[in-house]
């Protein structure tokens, strides 16, 4: 299982990864509304792990833009 701390900018004109130091930095386009921007998370980095979006689990900051996922591959 790996850990990822991702910072994320809901609502962004360009979705997309940029990797920092710190963790990633997650664009979604989709707003924080009703937990879409979550969502978005959740099948951006299963996309970019290549594994089911049920794999990857929201530990901490569901409403915080600083997130802490833990992807099962």
């Not at 809901?10 to 940029?18: D, L, R």
């Not at 099948?43 to 569901?62: D, F, H, N």
């Amino acid at each position: 299982m790996t850990r990822v701390a991702v910072a994320v900018k809901p609502g962004s004109k360009v979705a997309g990864i940029e990797e920092r130091p710190e963790g990633l930095l997650l664009r979604v386009r989709e707003r924080a509304v009703d937990g879409a921007a979550n969502d978005a998370c959740v099948r951006a980095l299963a996309e970019r792990y290549k594994v089911a979006p049920s794999r990857v689990t929201l530990l901490r900051g569901g409403r915080s833009r600083n997130k802490l996922f833990e992807i099962d591959d």
